[in-house]
C-alpha cells in the first residue's frame, strides 16, 4: 500500500509543470556527464575529427525544439528542465569556445566513461583507440581550463561556485558499455565498480574544493532495461528475465550493486564535507517504476519498445538506427519511455528532473538544498 501511495504521488509531481523558484536560485550550472545530458560536446568533437554524428538529423529534437537540438533525445534533458527550475539558459556545451559560460557549461559528453581509456587498455578490456578524449577528467580539465574566465581568487571562486548548481552523473554506464563490449560477465563488471567509484568521487572532492557547495551525483539507470541490451542478448531462456519488467536482471543487480557503493561514497563526502549539500540523485528507481507501471506515468505504449528505432520485438537495429535514413519516430513520444533504444524520452526526463527536485528520489531534493 506504501508503495502504491508513493507512486501516485510521484505521478502527481510528473503532471506538474516546473515553475522558476526564486528562493533556491543558483546563479549557475555546471555539468559533467555522457549523452543523458550532453547538448553538444559530441557534435563539436565529431566535426574535429571528421566523424558523421546520426544525432545532427530528425527525428532527434522533434519534440520541443523541432530540429536537432544536439540532444539525444526527442526533447529537453534532465539538465535542462533544472536550468529552466531556477530561471537559467540552457547549458551551452563548453567545446562550443564561441559562447558565454557566466551561467553555466555543459562539459558532458556522449558516450564519456568515468575511467580513462588507458584504464581499460591496461586491464586488457579493450584495445579500441578512442580519438575523443572525453573522459571525466578531461571534463574535469576543461572545467579548469573555463575557472580563471570565471573568477580570479581562491575568495571568488568559492563565492561564485559556492552560488552554483553541480551535476556529476549519470557517466558509468559507458564505462560498463566499454566492459560489455569486451565480453566481460556481470561479475567481473562488478569488480570495476569499486574504481569507477572511486573516480566519481574524486571528482567531487576535487570541485569541493574549487567552491562547490551544491553537487548532484546521479546514480546508474536499470540497464537490464535497456531495448539495445534486450535486442543484444535476446534469448529463449526465460529464467534470465525478470517476470514483473521484462529486464534482463543480472544487468539491473549489477546497476543495484554499482548504486549501492555511490551512495556509500556520497555518505563518506558528506562526513568529510559537513558545509556541503552532496544530493544522491535516484536513477534507477524511477525509471523501473515507469518499467513496471507505465500506464500511471502517462505511458502507454510499450515501456521497453523504443520510440525511434525499426524492427525487432524492441523496435531497435543496431546498423539502422535513429536519425540513420529510412528509421521514423512514433508519433507521440509523449506515450513512450525510451527514445533510441539507449535514452529516454523527454517525458521520462521530465518526471525524473520534478522527482530529483521535489523528491522522492534525492536525498535530499535539490529544491531543499540552500545555497548560503
Given at each position: 500500500?506504501?508503495?502504491?501511495?508513493?507512486?501516485?504521488?510521484?505521478?502527481?509531481?510528473?503532471?506538474?509543470?516546473i515553475?522558476?523558484?526564486?528562493?533556491?536560485?543558483?546563479?549557475?550550472?555546471?555539468?559533467?556527464g555522457?549523452s543523458?545530458?550532453?547538448?553538444?560536446?559530441?557534435?563539436?568533437?565529431?566535426?574535429n575529427?571528421?566523424?558523421?554524428?546520426y544525432?545532427?538529423?530528425?527525428?532527434?529534437?522533434?519534440?520541443?525544439?523541432?530540429?536537432?537540438?544536439?540532444?539525444?533525445?526527442?526533447?529537453?534533458?534532465?539538465?535542462?528542465?533544472?536550468?529552466?527550475?531556477?530561471?537559467?539558459?540552457?547549458?551551452?556545451?563548453?567545446?562550443?569556445?564561441?559562447?558565454?559560460?557566466?551561467?553555466?557549461?555543459n562539459?558532458?559528453v556522449?558516450?564519456?566513461?568515468?575511467?580513462?581509456?588507458?584504464?581499460?587498455?591496461?586491464?586488457?578490456?579493450?584495445?579500441?583507440?578512442d580519438?575523443?578524449?572525453?573522459?571525466?577528467?578531461?571534463?574535469?580539465?576543461?572545467?579548469?581550463?573555463?575557472k580563471?574566465?570565471?573568477?580570479?581568487?581562491?575568495?571568488?571562486?568559492?563565492?561564485?561556485?559556492?552560488?552554483?548548481?553541480?551535476?556529476?552523473?549519470?557517466?558509468?554506464?559507458?564505462?560498463?558499455?566499454?566492459?560489455?563490449?569486451?565480453?566481460?560477465?556481470?561479475?567481473?563488471?562488478?569488480?570495476?565498480?569499486?574504481?569507477?567509484?572511486?573516480?566519481?568521487?574524486?571528482?567531487?572532492?576535487?570541485?569541493?574544493?574549487?567552491?562547490?557547495?551544491t553537487?548532484?551525483?546521479?546514480?546508474?539507470?536499470?540497464?537490464g532495461?535497456?531495448?539495445?541490451?534486450?535486442?543484444?542478448?535476446?534469448?529463449?531462456?526465460?529464467?534470465?528475465?525478470?517476470?514483473?519488467?521484462?529486464?534482463?536482471?543480472?544487468?539491473?543487480?549489477?546497476?543495484?550493486?554499482?548504486?549501492?557503493?555511490?551512495?556509500?561514497a556520497?555518505?563518506e563526502?558528506?562526513?568529510?564535507?559537513?558545509?556541503?549539500?552532496?544530493?544522491?540523485a535516484?536513477?534507477?528507481?524511477?525509471?523501473?517504476?515507469?518499467?513496471?507501471?507505465?500506464?500511471?506515468?502517462?505511458?502507454?505504449?510499450?515501456?521497453?519498445?523504443?520510440?525511434?528505432?525499426?524492427?525487432?520485438?524492441?523496435?531497435?537495429?543496431?546498423?539502422?538506427?535513429?536519425?540513420?535514413?529510412d528509421?521514423?519516430?512514433?508519433?507521440?513520444?509523449?506515450?513512450?519511455?525510451?527514445?533510441?533504444?539507449?535514452?529516454?524520452?523527454?517525458?521520462?526526463?521530465?518526471?525524473?528532473?520534478?522527482?530529483?527536485?521535489?523528491?522522492?528520489?534525492?536525498?535530499?531534493?535539490?529544491?531543499d538544498?540552500?545555497?548560503?
Amino acid at each position: 500500500m506504501k508503495s502504491t501511495t508513493l507512486i501516485i504521488l510521484s505521478f502527481l509531481l510528473f503532471l506538474e509543470p516546473i515553475q522558476p523558484t526564486p528562493s533556491h536560485a543558483f546563479n549557475s550550472i555546471f555539468s559533467f556527464g555522457d549523452s543523458y545530458s550532453d547538448t553538444g560536446n559530441i557534435n563539436v568533437l565529431a566535426k574535429n575529427n571528421s566523424l558523421d554524428l546520426y544525432t545532427d538529423n530528425l527525428p532527434y529534437g522533434m519534440t520541443f525544439f523541432h530540429r536537432p537540438s544536439k540532444r539525444f533525445s526527442d526533447g529537453r534533458l534532465i539538465v535542462d528542465f533544472l536550468a529552466e527550475e531556477f530561471g537559467l539558459p540552457y547549458l551551452k556545451p563548453y567545446l562550443d569556445k564561441n559562447e558565454s559560460f557566466r551561467q553555466g557549461a555543459n562539459f558532458a559528453v556522449a558516450g564519456a566513461t568515468a575511467l580513462d581509456e588507458t584504464f581499460f587498455k591496461l586491464h586488457n578490456i579493450t584495445t579500441f583507440e578512442d580519438p575523443l578524449n572525453n573522459s571525466l577528467s578531461s571534463q574535469l580539465q576543461w572545467f579548469e581550463e573555463l575557472k580563471p574566465s570565471l573568477c580570479q581568487t581562491t575568495n571568488e571562486c568559492k563565492d561564485y561556485f559556492g552560488r552554483s548548481l553541480f551535476i556529476v552523473g549519470e557517466i558509468e554506464g559507458s564505462d560498463y558499455t566499454v566492459m560489455f563490449s569486451g565480453l566481460l560477465t556481470v561479475e567481473q563488471m562488478m569488480r570495476y565498480s569499486s574504481t569507477i567509484i572511486q573516480t566519481i568521487a574524486e571528482t567531487i572532492k576535487e570541485l569541493i574544493d574549487q567552491g562547490a557547495r551544491t553537487v548532484v551525483v546521479p546514480g546508474n539507470i536499470p540497464m537490464g532495461c535497456l531495448p539495445s541490451l534486450l535486442t543484444i542478448l535476446k534469448t529463449d531462456d526465460s529464467s534470465i528475465y525478470d517476470p514483473k519488467t521484462g529486464c534482463i536482471e543480472k544487468y539491473n543487480i549489477l546497476s543495484r550493486y554499482h548504486n549501492s557503493l555511490l551512495l556509500q561514497a556520497v555518505k563518506e563526502l558528506r562526513i568529510k564535507y559537513p558545509l556541503a549539500k552532496i544530493i544522491y540523485a535516484d536513477f534507477y528507481k524511477p525509471v523501473i517504476n515507469f518499467i513496471r507501471f507505465p500506464r500511471r506515468f502517462g505511458f502507454t505504449s510499450k515501456p521497453l519498445v523504443v520510440c525511434c528505432g525499426i524492427g525487432g520485438e524492441y523496435n531497435w537495429h543496431q546498423p539502422r538506427m535513429c536519425g540513420t535514413p529510412d528509421v521514423t519516430a512514433c508519433q507521440n513520444p509523449l506515450t513512450y519511455v525510451n527514445w533510441d533504444g539507449l535514452r529516454l524520452t523527454e517525458a521520462s526526463y521530465r518526471y525524473v528532473a520534478n522527482s530529483w527536485l521535489k523528491g522522492p528520489y534525492a536525498d535530499p531534493p535539490i529544491l531543499d538544498a540552500q545555497t548560503n
